[in-house]
């Protein structure tokens, strides 16, 4: 009965993938946690192996040591950065929430003024339906951002997650080398050397994303920082921070972090937001034609539509962390299906 068998081994597969899926949504945020100790371990590790190739007495650092050691290092410097930082930053976050209520009133006027022209044609419900709409677009923004807020303050308050990350971090950096050989001993000795070459592939695939991400925010806040000095822009520093942070999402983070800049400079005046705005754009061409292409290199060859969808599932999934997250998966599958299908054969 090769049809019984076959409709057997169906329903038993999609069984198993309904509890696999069903097991990874309950365990997601703990699958968030040990990505992005992953992450930070991988940002962390070129230090690492700087002060591993330090020789004291003719004999390497000690591998704890060397992980201590950097881990002091970034403390002072994060502790220098956010003293040095931090009072600008705030003042310009003062500033701006003073602002709010003022930017608010102009945004909801200007977006119930813009259709006027348009609409005047319109039958007289219809006209005021299209009023009324445009005129709640203003407020409807402002809420919408704050729930984004709300939803990210909420995975913030995980505490015990996120002081698990740089302290798994730590534990991922120091028995590294160990922990390869202890997982490798889990896998049966036929398909190790299947599993060490598509371990080698998104080793790679993780850590040119990774620290590519982090030049390419330190670079773009850098960079949009001077710019926004440079035409006199209010609250130059925390946009800066903005447009930087924004940069850890793929494609669609140049455009988030342009929104809130562009609009800001609107308000302003419409001849300083057409100046941000030109300036954005050559600044997000220079990313992608060049910075991009050397920082990262091919490794993540992901077209922007499967990033975009990505991002629409890990977000659907994790909510908006999981967005920080989508670009590498996707790239670790897509290498895994490729190899799958080639017999997990090298590739010239």
Do not use: C
């Not at 919408?144 to 909420?154: D, S, V």
């Not at 790679?204 to 000095?229: E, K």
């Not at 209010?234 to 455009?255: C, D, E, H, M, S």
């Not at 001849?271 to 941000?276: K, Q, T």
Request: no cysteine.
């Amino acid at each position: 009965m090769p049809s019984t068998d076959r409709a057997i081994r169906f329903g038993m597969a999609l069984v198993i993938t309904a509890a696999a899926a069903y097991l990874f949504y309950r365990l997601r945020f703990v699958l968030v946690t040990i990505a992005f100790s992953a992450m930070l371990a991988y940002a962390i590790l070129p230090l690492v192996e700087l002060v591993s190739r330090i020789r004291l007495s003719g004999r390497p650092v000690p591998r704890l040591a060397g992980v201590i050691a950097v881990y002091l290092f970034l403390i002072v410097a994060v502790v220098v950065i956010v003293r040095v930082a931090a009072g600008a930053v705030s003042n310009d976050v003062h500033r701006l929430a003073e602002r709010v209520p003022e930017y608010r009133v102009e945004i909801v006027q200007a977006l119930g003024d813009l259709p006027t022209a348009f609409i005047s044609s319109f039958p007289d419900d219809l006209r005021q339906a299209v009023q009324d709409a445009f005129s709640r677009a203003g407020t409807l923004l402002v809420d919408a951002i704050a729930r984004i807020a709300g939803a990210i303050a909420k995975w913030l308050g995980l505490a015990a997650e996120l002081l698990l990350i740089p302290l798994l971090a730590f534990y991922f950096l120091v028995d590294l080398p160990a922990l390869k050989q202890e997982l490798l001993q889990f896998v049966p000795a036929s398909l190790r050397p299947r599993v060490l070459l598509t371990a080698n592939r998104l080793d790679r695939i993780l850590a040119a994303y990774v620290r590519g991400q982090i030049v390419l925010m330190v670079v773009a806040a850098g960079v949009v920082w001077a710019g926004l000095i440079a035409v006199a822009m209010p609250f130059a520093l925390f946009l800066a921070l903005v447009a930087g942070v924004t940069r850890i999402i793929p494609v669609v983070g140049p455009f988030l972090g342009t929104i809130p800049i562009v609009g800001l400079a609107l308000l302003q005046g419409p001849d300083l937001g057409m100046e941000v705005l030109v300036f954005l754009i050559v600044v997000q061409l220079l990313e992608s034609k060049v910075l991009l292409p050397a920082v990262m290199g091919r490794q993540l060859d992901l077209r922007a539509a499967t990033i975009i969808m990505a991002l629409l599932i890990a977000s659907a999934l994790f909510g908006p962390v999981g967005i920080f997250l989508a670009a590498p998966v996707a790239a670790a599958i897509k290498e895994i299906m490729t190899l799958a299908e080639g017999g997990f054969g090298e590739r010239g």
